[in-house]
């Protein structure tokens, strides 16, 4: 056995410098550890996107530094993963249960189960108490992993069921009177996903804004009906009735966008902040004031139409046809140990990581 797997691992984060970070060790955690109630997970892997560094960005004002708490100068940033029983003292989860759901970016994690069924646990660590409740679900999965359905779900599921309810909620908008939904970060699984459900509409244009480098692979995935750099904005119609869904966070680039549509822009969605170092640059706006898209809403007002699994057994039909596609447009590459680790994180910091690569990572040597 490596030395490196007698250790708990755990990865931190600078609350006031993203850029630096450190792997904090101590002797691995056994069942002696535990009091009663807890439950001893082994992570097994998990997805590293934009998404994550959002989390971090937005640790402190939205609370994403709360679900792992490290102290008040550094924070475990939240990562969507699997991991399975290492020790319990639950009468009802059993060494070996495999699970998926929010961890660390570490190789232990300890919850205090709660409401634990045949489907799903829950952490109900007083840290967690006021957290929304979705994040503290760990939900049962199949004992036997299968890694390529494990990155799907992964890389995808958390952000495609933002893509998916964006698509609807613009459609049970009709568009509120545009013709065509301009996306930023096109490039992004998030907003990919969504320009993919809008193009299986047939009723309305896509357009992606992306970096001069990413123009070629966001082409490739043929969702789009037009990508224009962000440098490009003035190109298009400006007498075209438009939304805009933000994902970049960018001030310079909304305001561009804003002010060159004017009052066809009809509609202005918040969503991200992939360009996380860009945000000061917001200024003055034309257009309608920008709003930000409140997922849990939506599914709140469509849960209450649809009835008892009806937005589930909706979504799911949108799943399998995205991960039936999606496959073959980005490749997923392993990411394991504290060096490799380290240095993703610090791409992925920078917007240097590749968006035809989606990353499953594992602090931890095995
Ligand atoms: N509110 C919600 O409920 C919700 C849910 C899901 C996702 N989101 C947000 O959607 C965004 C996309 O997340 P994702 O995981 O889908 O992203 P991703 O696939 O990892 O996106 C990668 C792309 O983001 C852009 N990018 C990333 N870092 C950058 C940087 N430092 N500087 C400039 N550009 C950068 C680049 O695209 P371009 O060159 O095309 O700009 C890059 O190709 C995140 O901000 C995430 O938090 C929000």
């Not at 807890?38 to 937005?58: G, P």
């Not at 779900?153 to 509120?176: E, G, I, K």
């Not at 320009?195 to 082409?219: C, E, H, W, Y």
């Not at 009906?225 to 869904?245: F, H, P, R």
Request: with cysteine; net charge negative; proline share 4%.
């Amino acid at each position: 056995m490596n030395t490196a797997d007698l250790q708990n691992t755990q990865m931190l984060v600078a609350k006031n410098d993203l850029r630096t970070f450190k792997f904090e060790h101590s002797p691995r955690l056994t069942a002696a550890d535990l009091a009663e109630g807890q439950v001893l997970f082994d992570v097994e892997y998990f997805a590293l996107t934009a998404n994550n560094i959002t989390y971090a960005v937005a640790g402190d004002s939205m609370g994403y530094w709360q679900f792992f708490p490290a102290g008040e100068d550094w924070g475990r940033i939240p990562v969507w993963g699997f991991a399975h029983v290492s020790a319990s003292k639950h009468p009802d989860v059993a060494m070996g249960d495999r699970v998926y759901g929010y961890l660390p970016m570490g190789t232990q994690l300890v919850i205090q189960a709660e409401r634990v069924s045949e489907k799903q646990m829950v952490d109900g660590s007083a840290h967690r108490a006021g957290l929304a409740p979705v994040y503290n679900q760990l939900l049962r999965v199949n004992p036997s992993p299968d890694a390529d359905a494990d990155a799907l779900q992964m890389l995808y599921r958390p952000l495609f069921m933002t893509s998916w309810l964006l698509d609807d909620f613009l459609a049970h908008n009709d568009f509120f009177g545009a013709s065509q939904i301009i996306l930023t970060s096109a490039s992004s699984k998030t907003s990919f996903g969504l320009a993919f459900m809008l193009a299986q509409r047939g009723d309305i244009k896509v357009i992606g804004l992306t970096s001069p480098g990413n123009v070629d692979f966001v082409n490739s995935l043929g969702v789009y009906d037009e990508v224009v750099t962000y440098d490009n904005i003035t190109s298009l119609d400006a007498k075209t009735e438009s939304v805009v869904v933000d994902m970049a966070g960018n001030g310079s680039t909304l305001a561009a966008v804003h002010n060159h549509f004017d009052s066809a822009l009809r509609y202005s969605c918040l969503v991200g902040a992939t360009h996380w170092n860009e945000r000061s640059g917001a200024q003055e706006m034309a257009g309608p004031e920008p709003e930000l898209f409140f997922a849990p809403n939506h599914i709140k007002e469509r849960s209450a139409e649809w009835g008892p699994g009806g937005l589930e057994n909706r979504f799911d039909t949108g799943w399998q046809s995205f991960t039936a596609k999606v496959g073959n447009w980005v490749t997923v590459q392993n990411c394991r140990g504290e060096e490799a680790v380290g240095q993703l994180y610090t791409q992925l910091l920078a917007g240097q990581a590749p968006p035809d690569v989606g990353y499953v990572a594992n602090v931890g040597s095995v």
